[in-house]
């Protein structure tokens, strides 16, 4: 292959995405099977031959967010201020009770036994009350590398304000068990609120060993190394280097990175409403973009985390092709999160695996076809009967029968996450379209779009390809922030003007170290604001207006509208704001991406490729539908349900009562033409 100036990969849980762009400009896609990290480089080079990028390696990846959502998380220690032992399990329980039952609060991160308490002090206001002692740091230091502990999360009281005492903690780690990583919380996360700061920072820590594998496995292979670029869950991109120490930031790489390529999609096609679907073999993730805007939060959730610090507000469950069935000790069904993922993989897939998934529902109901991947990857539909027989057998049910059930189950998990983000937050369903994406997004979308009232799917050319897409038109993003202290100080303009002249300089020294290619940097700052007393604050961006005391006026008239948007209630003129935190977007373009228009020869009518019985969600027997291949549908096709349309890395699957056409930009535009 000629030399290549970007290629742009996506690992997911059960396939790996590529785009490779080379010196022209030409753009070519594969999809390979994701296999152990060590063995990528070479997966790579068996289908690109020998690597030699000019430019760029762009990455995201679901590695972090899988050892989240799987719980494959290693051993760390856990260093906290005299009295804090039990923060992670304390959590915000409180507040909380009467909501949630102790089984729904985040299961246990690190073991209490290898939490540890130092008498070292900070007042609320930042004045040290006690010093750290250094003796006792090096005791608990000496018995955390006795017990073969690699990574250790300090988190001490107010060190956001502070930081003196996390690092002299890890200057005495230094000097007494150097080979211990040591992961400070005024570095993770320098905000308000112990708990959130204490479970980002461990999960930091517990996250490093995983991606510095997965990292180390793919650069040494490669012929010339590039920079590598990785995805953040906030949808900007950032050199890996930068990111080494804050794996935490990637948690939604992989789905971040699809939203932003959708978005990207949306706004060249004229969609500017719709909802994501992303179905992949491990997760489904879903968000809602508006007038061609995605969300951001400082307060999300993954994989049952609360995690307090910049993401797409993209809502990720444990449901994808790979997603294994079980029946739970109350006899109820499940249906993930965990996942056979490549290896061993769905039973259907012949490599060991025996436990039921919803990729074996899908052969088993006729829903994909018996190879996918253009044939190179074939399915055993009798290993996926096998497993299927002996899953349903004590509910008295054939294959087919859980097989139906499996999918019901996934299919209403999928919902429920849509209504989540949806109806949840003042969105109504049916006034956005669905843009489905990933491997799997297209098997589903249309059923899910009738469970949602929803009149409208999108299916882009390449629905496997969004992660991939999204980081070649991604832009390279950081967020900064510093807390305010006393978060009663609403308008002290000279103490906001000196935390944001803090922040730009930050920003400026960051910007310098990533060297983006075209170097014209916006910085764009944000308030977290909230009421009086409330305990949840929401990120503003400041209006442009050249002058500070006008910049506060506008964002904080922006956040009544905002509360009064998500609430019903208005509170303006009746209770002070609150400044609580500082923030500060520093982001560059890298490159401009044009979205090539489909060059179709003339065809006749599509023909069916072949017809077989399919299982559909609303339906109880099995129906002959015909397959097509989407390749045969010029912007002449028009196809009606029941239907089944298959390409080289997806399959759309078309019910009854569903048209479905194709765009100048080859996207598949289902419509729904009567009502289920």
């Not at 956001?160 to 002299?168: I, K, N, R, T, V």
Request: contains cysteine; proline residues 6%.
């Amino acid at each position: 292959m000629a030399d290549l100036r970007t290629i742009s990969i996506d690992v997911g849980g059960t396939f790996t995405d590529v785009l490779c762009v080379d010196a022209h400009g030409v753009i070519k896609s594969f999809k390979l099977p994701s296999v152990q990290p060590n063995a990528l480089a070479a997966n790579l080079h068996s289908v690109l031959g020998q690597i030699s990028i000019q430019d760029e390696l762009l990455y995201s990846t679901t590695v972090t967010l899988n050892s989240l959502l799987g719980g494959t998380l290693p051993e760390i220690g856990l260093i906290v201020t005299d009295g804090f032992r039990d923060i992670l399990e304390t959590a915000r329980l409180p507040e909380s009770a009467g909501e949630a039952p102790p089984s729904r609060l985040p299961r246990r991160l690190v073991n209490l036994e290898w939490v540890r308490e130092i008498h070292a002090r900070l007042a609320a206001t930042g004045e040290e009350r006690t010093h750290v002692d250094r003796a006792e740091v090096e005791t608990i230091a000496l018995e955390y590398a006795a017990a073969d502990i690699n990574v250790v999360a300090v988190s001490l009281l107010h060190s956001y304000l502070d930081p003196g005492h996390e690092q002299a903690v890890a200057a005495i780690f230094s000097e007494v068990a150097p080979k211990i990583k040591v992961v400070l919380s005024s570095a993770v996360l320098p905000e308000l609120r112990e708990y959130e700061r204490t479970l980002a920072t461990a999960l930091n820590s517990a996250l490093i060993p995983t991606l510095t594998e997965h990292l180390d496995s793919l650069a040494p292979d490669l012929s010339t190394r590039p920079r590598i670029w990785l995805m953040q869950s906030n949808g900007g991109l950032a050199s890996a280097e930068s990111l080494t120490d804050q794996p935490l930031t990637t948690a939604l790489s992989g789905p971040g990175a699809a939203v932003v390529g959708m978005r990207w999609l949306g706004e060249k096609c004229g969609f500017s409403d719709f909802i994501t679907l992303d179905v992949g073999g491990t997760s489904t993730d879903v968000a809602v973009v508006t007038e061609g805007h995605y969300a951001l939060t400082t307060a999300g959730n993954v994989a049952g985390f609360p995690l307090k610090t910049p993401m797409l507000d993209v809502l990720s469950i444990g449901a994808g092709g790979g997603s294994i069935a079980y029946e739970a000790p109350d006899t109820r069904w499940h249906v993930g999160p965990q996942s056979a993922g490549a290896v061993p993989g769905p039973a259907c897939y012949g490599r060991g695996g025996d436990a039921p998934t919803l990729t074996d529902a899908q052969l088993v109901l006729g829903r994909i076809p018996d190879a996918l991947l253009g044939r190179s990857v074939p399915l055993d539909k009798q290993r996926a009967l096998d497993a299927l027989n002996i899953f349903g057998r004590k509910r008295d049910l054939d294959a087919i029968g859980a097989a139906r059930g499996i999918l019901e189950i996934a299919s209403h998990n999928m919902c429920g996450a849509i209504r989540r983000v949806s109806v949840a937050r003042g969105h109504d369903p049916s006034a956005h379209a669905l843009l489905a994406m990933g491997g799997a997004g297209p098997l589903h979308a249309a059923e899910l779009a009738d469970l949602l009232s929803m009149t409208s799917v999108v299916v882009p050319p390449q629905p496997g390809l969004a992660a991939a897409w999204g980081l070649l038109v991604a832009e390279v993003t950081r967020d900064f922030v510093m807390p305010l202290g006393n978060v009663d100080s609403a308008l002290d303009l000279s103490q906001i003007e000196t935390v944001l002249t803090n922040l730009s300089e930050r920003a400026k020294r960051w910007c310098e170290t990533e060297r983006c290619v075209n170097g014209a940097w916006k910085m764009i700052p944000k308030l977290d604001l909230r009421y009086v007393g409330m305990t949840h604050e929401t990120t503003i961006e400041c209006p442009e207006t050249g002058e500070l005391k006008q910049t506060m006026i506008g964002t904080i008239d922006r956040f009544h509208n905002r509360f009064e948007q998500l609430s019903g209630r208005s509170w303006r003129d009746r209770e002070a704001v609150e400044i609580v935190n500082v923030r500060l977007t520093a982001s560059c373009r890298r490159q401009s991406v044009e979205l090539p228009k489909q060059i179709m020869d003339p065809q006749p009518k599509a023909l069916p490729q072949t017809i077989r019985d399919v299982g559909f969600l609303n339906t109880t027997a099995l129906m002959r539908t015909p397959v097509y291949g989407r390749e045969q549908l010029d912007q002449s096709a028009r196809l009606s349900g029941p239907a089944i349309i298959e390409q080289y890395e997806s399959t759309t699957v078309l019910p009854t009562g569903w048209e479905a056409s194709v765009d100048e930009f080859g996207n598949l535009l289902l419509e729904r033409i009567i009502d289920p």
